[in-house]
């Protein structure tokens, strides 16, 4: 039998850039938090302007293809043009553009710049089938509106009645519907929304010569600015990570139904944590979680399109842009430079990433395109220290506060994480735990 996967949503260049809506964040790029750090974790690109919606959408599907199957509710019936295959190295530029990062600060010479001045920079940094068959189906209420053949696989476009119906014609046609689909199918259907069921087709795969599973895309007009996902908790097994990538013409997307956090940013956190950023990112972000009662949505990323500061990875070309569904840009991706005015592409995009199950997420995401074009990204900061013999008093003083500067790292990083503070300072090679008026003095180190 064919396990439903139900939906797929279960599915180093540092750059000064002004701009009058933003201020640059800059900094030595030197790693992200990939996607792959996560188990379960399924992809989604949406274009969207007006009512115009193209979806992308990667699967984390392992197993034998055979064994493979998408199921999609979608707000109308679509042409085959409507469907296509997308290409899974555009989505990877998209998620590494965009994943979180980790950037390198430099402490100057605080005797070759005055020392409020270098505090003051530090805070910039942060800011065809049988009659039989057909007879069957309808009886069952269930309605073959379109069937095709794109690349790789084989599409069928379904209505229904009601969703018993629809649950013994999938099961009866090999698609194996866990129990609990009923409720969840019938909340669709009473939407009056169409299923969109992609199946692999094993001989055009071979004659194709792809090994591995593309991503599908779809485009349709529709007033609702969606993405069910609740299909894809019935037969989980725990949480599962989506990220969803946003390309939008007027500015950031949020989520109207669930909250929409933003992660910290801009914090200083330990240098050890270079060799284990991804550790790191990951119990950031189950943290974050966890606060949120584990029913938020994370704001990873947003930023124009046109540049990027630091980059994770060049931003995409207008040509990469266009095969996401892009339909409204003209003209090529443009990096700025300093002193060089870009071409406008119109192009935002807003990074989510949400975990989420049936308990904490019983609602399909409902999403707003907002007017915000402030740059945001979830960026983590490794800063040098000074290490010269220079003498003078700006010397002294920014040699006493680097203690005070390590202990508010590795409390940062204890509270971003939720590690051991002891085993955090043991790894910075900080005396162990204080005790008495010390532990008082680092207490109100940190509240202020």
């Given at each position: 039998?064919?396990?439903?996967?139900?939906?797929?949503?279960?599915?180093?260049v540092?750059l000064?850039l002004?701009?009058t809506h933003a201020s640059?964040?800059?900094?030595?790029?030197?790693g992200?938090?990939?996607?792959?750090?996560?188990?379960k974790?399924?992809e989604v690109a949406?274009?969207?302007?007006?009512?115009?919606t193209?979806?992308?959408?990667?699967?984390?599907?392992k197993?034998?293809?055979?064994?493979f199957?998408?199921?999609v509710?979608?707000?109308?019936?679509l042409?085959k043009d409507?469907?296509?295959v997308?290409n899974?190295?555009?989505?990877?530029?998209?998620?590494d553009?965009s994943?979180p990062?980790?950037v390198?600060?430099?402490?100057?010479?605080?005797?070759?710049?005055?020392?409020?001045?270098?505090?003051a920079?530090?805070?910039?940094?942060?800011s065809?089938?049988?009659?039989?068959?057909l007879?069957?189906?309808?009886?069952l209420?269930v309605?073959?509106e379109?069937?095709?053949?794109?690349g790789?696989?084989d599409?069928?476009?379904?209505s229904?009645?009601?969703?018993?119906?629809?649950?013994?014609w999938?099961?009866?046609?090999g698609?194996k519907?866990?129990?609990?689909a009923?409720?969840?199918?019938q909340?669709?259907?009473?939407?009056?929304?169409?299923f969109?069921?992609?199946?692999?087709?094993?001989?055009?795969?071979?004659?194709?010569?792809f090994?591995h599973?593309?991503?599908?895309?779809?485009?349709f007009?529709s007033?609702?600015?969606?993405?069910?996902?609740?299909l894809?908790t019935?037969n989980?097994?725990g949480a599962?990570?989506?990220?969803?990538?946003?390309?939008?013409?007027?500015?950031?997307?949020?989520?109207?139904?669930?909250r929409?956090?933003?992660?910290p940013?801009?914090?200083?956190i330990?240098?050890?944590?270079k060799?284990?950023?991804g550790?790191?990112?990951k119990?950031l972000?189950?943290?974050?979680?966890?606060?949120?009662s584990?029913r938020?949505?994370?704001?990873?990323?947003?930023w124009?399109?046109?540049?990027?500061d630091p980059?994770?990875?060049?931003p995409?070309?207008?040509?990469?842009?266009?095969?996401?569904?892009v339909f409204?840009?003209?003209?090529?991706?443009?990096i700025?430079?300093?002193?060089?005015?870009?071409?406008?592409?119109?192009?935002f995009l807003?990074?989510?990433h949400?975990?989420?199950?049936?308990a904490h997420?019983?609602?399909?995401?409902?999403f707003?395109?907002?007017s915000?074009?402030?740059?945001f990204?979830?960026?983590?900061?490794?800063?040098?220290?000074w290490?010269?013999?220079?003498?003078?008093?700006?010397?002294?003083t920014?040699?006493?506060?680097l203690?005070?500067r390590?202990e508010?790292e590795?409390?940062?990083?204890?509270n971003l994480?939720?590690?051991?503070?002891?085993?955090?300072?043991?790894?910075?090679?900080?005396a162990?735990?204080?005790t008495?008026e010390?532990?008082?003095?680092?207490?109100r180190?940190w509240?202020?």
């Amino acid at each position: 039998m064919i396990p439903v996967l139900i939906p797929l949503f279960t599915l180093v260049v540092n750059l000064i850039l002004w701009d009058t809506h933003a201020s640059a964040f800059c900094g030595f790029y030197v790693g992200k938090a990939d996607t792959k750090l996560f188990n379960k974790a399924s992809e989604v690109a949406i274009a969207r302007h007006d009512n115009k919606t193209v979806i992308t959408m990667a699967n984390d599907f392992k197993g034998d293809v055979k064994e493979f199957a998408m199921v999609v509710p979608v707000p109308t019936v679509l042409e085959k043009d409507q469907i296509h295959v997308g290409n899974a190295a555009v989505l990877k530029h998209l998620a590494d553009y965009s994943a979180p990062r980790l950037v390198e600060y430099f402490d100057p010479n605080p005797c070759q710049m005055p020392y409020p001045e270098s505090r003051a920079m530090d805070m910039m940094a942060k800011s065809a089938e049988a009659p039989a068959r057909l007879e069957q189906k309808k009886a069952l209420g269930v309605t073959v509106e379109a069937q095709y053949q794109v690349g790789e696989y084989d599409i069928l476009i379904l209505s229904a009645k009601e969703s018993h119906g629809l649950e013994t014609w999938l099961n009866g046609n090999g698609y194996k519907i866990p129990q609990g689909a009923s409720r969840v199918l019938q909340s669709y259907l009473k939407q009056n929304m169409k299923f969109f069921i992609a199946r692999v087709n094993l001989v055009e795969q071979s004659k194709l010569g792809f090994t591995h599973l593309r991503p599908l895309k779809i485009a349709f007009e529709s007033p609702k600015f969606m993405l069910p996902i609740r299909l894809g908790t019935v037969n989980a097994e725990g949480a599962q990570e989506l990220f969803i990538y946003m390309l939008t013409k007027q500015g950031r997307v949020e989520t109207t139904n669930y909250r929409t956090v933003r992660l910290p940013d801009a914090q200083d956190i330990p240098l050890y944590v270079k060799d284990k950023f991804g550790d790191f990112y990951k119990d950031l972000f189950t943290q974050q979680v966890k606060r949120e009662s584990e029913r938020g949505v994370f704001l990873e990323y947003a930023w124009d399109m046109n540049w990027c500061d630091p980059c994770a990875a060049n931003p995409l070309s207008a040509e990469e842009l266009r095969s996401l569904g892009v339909f409204w840009q003209d003209g090529p991706a443009i990096i700025q430079r300093r002193g060089v005015m870009p071409q406008a592409q119109n192009v935002f995009l807003t990074r989510l990433h949400v975990r989420y199950d049936a308990a904490h997420f019983p609602e399909d995401l409902m999403f707003l395109e907002t007017s915000d074009r402030n740059n945001f990204q979830a960026r983590y900061i490794l800063r040098h220290a000074w290490t010269g013999t220079d003498d003078c008093p700006a010397a002294t003083t920014y040699r006493q506060q680097l203690r005070e500067r390590y202990e508010r790292e590795a409390q940062t990083l204890a509270n971003l994480t939720g590690w051991n503070i002891g085993e955090i300072r043991h790894a910075m090679n900080l005396a162990s735990l204080p005790t008495g008026e010390e532990q008082k003095w680092y207490q109100r180190i940190w509240n202020n």
